[in-house]
């Protein structure tokens, strides 16, 4: 614990991305399940996405995209002294697939921990380091959103195979003290556990000897998420005096094209502002945002100082946002 009554604000330094090989199109999953190309894209905008082959694992592909993110931020691996792994789909039950990253990343210092907050992971993951990094416990913090849901999807199920993903994305977040207006503004943050069984694993070490797999209400699932992704944008604007349109970019759990398109209607924003990534990821959960980030940084579309909004919804339910000034 850091003393130093001074508050830092945390910084954007770098971004990293890490996809399994595997490409399953929409048209491969119709030779295994009862479903269509056009019921899929339709439906959801899913066009294809990443399935982990077998030795590509949670904490691989978080530690890939994480070695991406340190790269591009120009600090060395032995620099960070904070690791936060969003994931609900850990290697093993413990340790920490945090804590496995940190050592593959040959990372000696510091703490490594995983935030389980499902679909919103990561958004929550940021929250954390960068109370860590204003507080002084933390001075360059990986937040690494990764997952490998295709281990927990029932492939029967075809209201649930077709619509996820696995993947991972990580950013660095550094402490600066410059008195620019750089770096995360805001975070808010909900849950509310009325709704656990709306969306859940149906397994797990406590309740059962099974992993289990996802089930999901998909309706109600729709419902609650453009209503709650809709007042967490409505929150972040009002906190921060803003106007909806001050916003450049809107970066939003990628879950399904059509939540994306009712909540940009419903709040009244500018469609060209909402990076869309679901077409070639699907469902991610905690690795969406962060996946999504990569890909508008490296199209050029986010740029240094640009106002960037996170927002994200899932299991639990859980949901909320950030402002960062990139
Ligand atoms: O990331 C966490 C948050 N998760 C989400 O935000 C997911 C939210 N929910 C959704 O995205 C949508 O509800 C789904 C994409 C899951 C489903 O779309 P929908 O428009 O709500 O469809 P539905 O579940 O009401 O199903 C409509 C029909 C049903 O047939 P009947 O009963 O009308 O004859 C389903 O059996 O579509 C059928 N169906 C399918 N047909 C072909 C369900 N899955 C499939 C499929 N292929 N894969």
């Known amino acids: ?78 620099d960070i002294d904070l690791i936060i792994l969003a994931t609900s789909t850990p290697d093993n039950t413990f340790p920490a697939s945090a804590t496995a990253i940190q050592s593959s990343l040959g990372i000696r210092k510091g703490y490594a921990y995983d935030m389980q907050a499902v679909c919103s992971g990561f958004v929550f993951a940021i929250e954390a380091a960068d109370n860590a990094i204003k507080v002084g416990n933390a001075k360059n913090a990986l937040v690494i959103g990764s997952e490998t849901f295709s281990r927990i999807i029932d492939w029967d199920d075809r209201g649930t195979c077709v619509l996820f993903g696995d993947g991972a994305g990580a950013i660095v977040l550094s402490a600066s003290d410059d008195a620019s207006n750089r770096g995360v503004l805001s975070n808010h943050l909900h849950s509310d ?71 940009s209607k419903k709040v009244g924003l500018s469609k060209d502002k909402v990076i869309i990534t679901v077409d070639k990821h699907a469902n991610t959960s905690a690795a969406s945002i962060p996946l999504a980030i990569n890909d508008a940084v490296e199209e050029g579309k986010i740029k240094p100082g640009d106002l960037v909004l996170l927002e994200a919804m899932g299991g639990g339910f859980s949901w909320g946002s950030t402002l960062i000034r990139w």
């Open 1 to 78: 614990m850091n003393n130093d009554s001074k508050i830092f604000r945390s910084i954007v330094k770098g971004v990293g991305a890490s996809l399994p090989k595997k490409i399953v199109t929409n048209k491969d999953l119709t030779m295994t399940v009862d479903t269509s190309e056009e019921w899929i894209e339709e439906r959801t905008g899913i066009k294809e996405r990443r399935i982990a082959s077998e030795g590509e694992t949670t904490s691989s592909l978080g530690a890939e995209a994480a070695q991406k993110a340190i790269n591009n931020s120009g600090l060395e691996n032995s």
């Open 193 to 263: 556990g009325r709704y656990g069984d709306l969306l859940y694993v149906d397994g797990g070490p406590s309740t059962s000897s099974q992993v289990g797999f996802l089930r999901m209400d998909g309706k109600g699932v729709f419902k609650h998420a453009v209503h709650n992704l809709s007042s967490a944008i409505i929150e972040a604007i009002e906190y921060n005096n803003l106007n909806i349109n001050d916003i450049d970019w809107f970066v939003p759990h990628q879950a399904n094209k059509r939540i994306l398109e009712a909540v």
